[in-house]
Every structure is written in C-alpha cells, then in structure tokens.
C-alpha cells in the first residue's frame, strides 16, 4: 500500500525565514511519482512540482526548492525567504502509473502541513 | 485558474436528500478523478473515470455514485445525506501523454457540501 506522511501538522514562522515541509513516503512500487499542492485560505487546490521515481535531480523554482531522496523515501519542500503570501496548507502526494491508459492512478495525499507567515 | 470547472461551488441541503455535483475537465483531458475532503478523513480519493469508463473506486460509499459522459463532463451523485457528508468535493483532470510520461491532476475549484 501506498503512504504519505507529513508529520508538522502546523508551522508558523516570521516573513523572510526559510521554511522546509517535510515528506515521507512509503511504496512498494518501482516507479512512482510525488507531487506537492498548495491549498491556500480560499480552497483550492494548486499543482507546484511532479518529480517521477527515476529522476533524483533536486529542482529550484523561484524561492521554492524541492530534495529528492530516494534513500530516505523522502521529497521535501523548502521555502526561501518566505512571505505572507505563502500561507496556506501543503500537501504531499504519491501516485503510481495506470500503464494501460499512458496515466495514473490515484494521488495519496499526507495530511498537510498549515504554514502560517508572520508579517 | 486551472482550467477545471466544478459546479456548483457551494450547496447546502438536509439530511436524506439527493445532490448531484458536476465536473468539466481540462479540454483534452479524458481522465476525471473525484476527491471528498473532510477535516477528520483529510483528502480521500473517491474514483477515477477515463474516456466515460469506470477506471477505480476508492473510499466511495454505497449511497455515491459516478459518471463521465460522452463530452467528458462527469457528475457525482451523493444521495440519502447524511451529516457526516458535509465534506469539499473535488475532481481534477490529467492528460494522457503519448508518450508514456504521466502528466499531473489539475484540480477545480471544488464543491463545499453542507449537510444541515
């Protein structure tokens, strides 16, 4: 069975710090994919990185940058130089290919993380 | 905005009635997925339609039910409510790549069901 676990329920921290939201996974699948959504106060759900099982390359986007650590089965989230704006809940997200449609099956999401940022 | 559209975004209605929630995916997408989220269950995967077929079910009770039809729209059916169905409801919708890459779910904005 697939597991995602997000083990800070809540972070709160002062605009400017860094921030990493912390990932675990558990599958017995080969290849597999991980995801990270954001959910900010208005509700909905908002794609931020795909990374597939094969590709351990660590990806930077703006202020946000993903570790990718297969030995660890983890994928963790770091937010540099945060800002209010960044408040929201973030979830973790684990999927396995549906080969037969060149898809996926269904994301397992971790529980979240609320981050909060202090002005 | 993610180009999937979910109507309608709020519904309120009382125990023992019947809803129907509807989804239109990305143009493009045949992949319609359904997710409830719940603040005691968190973010469950209901069930997976592909190109009008039922592709997976999930946590998905007895009194739900699913459909994708021809244009891809697909439609959640929650019937006899109950107070504990209060939950978002969610569809997100992928492509499906040819060449063999997964392509992400993009999600609507999602259906806030109230339960009185």
């Known amino acids: 069975a697939q597991k995602v676990t997000q083990a800070q329920t809540e972070i709160s921290v002062v605009e400017k710090e860094d921030v990493t939201l912390d990932c675990v996974y558990e599958?017995?699948?080969?290849?597999?994919?991980l995801f990270w959504y954001k959910q900010p106060p208005s509700g909905e759900l908002v794609f931020l990185i795909r990374?597939?099982?094969?590709?351990?390359q660590n990806e930077i986007s703006g202020r946000y940058s993903w570790n990718f650590q297969k030995s660890t089965s983890s994928f963790n989230f770091t937010i540099t130089a945060s800002q209010v704006v960044d408040s929201a809940v973030y979830f973790c997200?684990?999927?396995?290919?549906?080969?037969?449609?060149?898809?996926?099956?269904?994301?397992?999401f971790g529980q979240g993380t609320r981050l909060t940022i202090n002005p | 905005d993610s180009g999937v559209t979910q109507t309608p975004k709020h519904l309120i209605t009382a125990t023992g009635q019947r809803v129907t929630l509807r989804c239109s995916p990305r143009s493009g997408d045949l992949s319609v997925y359904w997710y409830q989220q719940s603040l005691d269950q968190g973010l469950q995967f209901l069930i997976h339609?592909?190109?009008?077929?039922?592709?997976a079910k999930g946590n998905i009770l007895e009194r739900f039910s699913a459909q994708q039809f021809p244009d891809l729209h697909s439609e959640l059916n929650l019937s006899s409510l109950e107070l504990g169905d209060s939950a978002l409801y969610f569809c997100a919708s992928s492509v499906v790549s040819s060449g063999g890459v997964y392509n992400e779910q993009f999600f609507g904005p999602g259906t806030r069901l109230t339960v009185l």
């Open positions: 997200a684990l999927s396995r290919p549906d080969l037969s449609i060149q898809g996926a099956q269904k994301l397992v």
């Open positions: 339609y592909y190109n009008g077929e039922e592709r």
């Open positions: 599958t017995r699948d080969t290849t597999y994919y």
């Open positions: 990374r597939n099982s094969f590709d351990e």
